[in-house]
Nanobody, 128 residues
């Protein structure tokens, strides 16, 4: 049974930082690209960042470039999202997702239907 568990969310003031973690069990972690998505109330789910299964490629939505950094530790089956200089518009539920390397195409990193397994989410709230 695959489990995807996010942690690290919380409430911070604008300009602050948070580090999200996502630990996965029940699959060959090194064979999965890992993505972070977010969804604010009334909005569609948005791809925030992704790190490819080969660890060599990282992708970011334009609005977080230079502020967020994604990384993965294959020994710990964990992917991280370091979020700095947070803004109120970053407020959302953040979800971690896993996409198998079979059929992986980096150009589709921000498509939710490209991912097979999802966590329950962790809330990030940024106050002004």
């Amino acid at each position: 049974q695959v489990q995807v568990v996010e942690s690290g969310g919380g409430e911070v003031q604008a300009g602050g930082s948070l580090r999200l973690s996502c630990t996965v069990s029940g699959l060959a972690f090194g064979s999965y690209s890992m993505g972070w998505f977010r969804q604010a109330p009334g909005q569609e789910r948005e791809g925030v960042s992704c790190v490819g299964y080969n660890t060599g490629n990282a992708y970011y939505v334009q609005s977080v470039k230079g502020r967020f950094t994604i990384s993965r530790d294959n020994d710990k089956n964990t992917v991280y999202l370091q979020m700095n200089n947070l803004k109120p518009e970053d407020t959302a539920m953040y979800y971690c997702a896993a996409a198998p390397k079979s059929g992986w195409y980096g150009g589709n990193w921000d498509r939710p239907d490209h991912y097979e397994y999802w966590g329950q989410g962790t809330q990030v709230t940024v106050s002004s």
